[in-house]
């Protein structure tokens, strides 16, 4: 429900002060592998023009890999910045209080999605390991990108439980703790 204008406001509490630095640097991490994903590709595609020269082998393989670490490490940034999807046209005349009750029951539901996620990718990668599962072309060891991808989910569901507890606490306050941010 809370539009953000682009200005993210650093927290104020003890908490998001703590996960604050840790969800930017996340990011900053996910913005360099999203630029390397960006080089191998137009570097496998320029390959392909040159006679002789060809693709990055398994390339295909290695953006998947490397898009799924970077979603994973931009996710706690944009919830802890109210930056993932909202819809919002039916809140925009809404009162305040109602926005921030919208923004606590919607991360509340994210929570649970995020919780459950992050609880059958403990199991999926585990299943991996234990049958040996290998990506097609780089017969790469399809588990090994799990454990950092469950702690990266286990980041996104305490930022998320951060959220959820901000909101609820703006709900009851009626008004938005960071509103230099928002509108």
Known sequence: MAESNGKASRPTDSVGRAL??????????????LSTLAAITTISIIGRAIPGVGPIYGDFEIVAI???VAVFCFLPWCQLNRGNVVVDFFMTA???????FMDTLGAAMYLVIATLLTWRM??????????????????FPRWSTFPLSIVLMGFLVIVIAYTVGRSAAETRAGRYFDEQSLY
Do not use: C, D, Q
């Not at 403990?122 to 017969?139: A, D, Q, R, V």
């Open 122 to 139: 403990i199991y999926g990668g585990i299943e991996m390991y234990e049958t040996h599962e290998k990506s097609l072309t780089l017969n």
């Open 94 to 100: 809404a009162p305040t209080r109602a926005k921030t």
């Open 66 to 68: 490397g898009t799924g």
């Open 20 to 33: 604050y630095p840790v969800a930017r640097t996340l990011a900053i991490v996910g913005g360099f592998v």
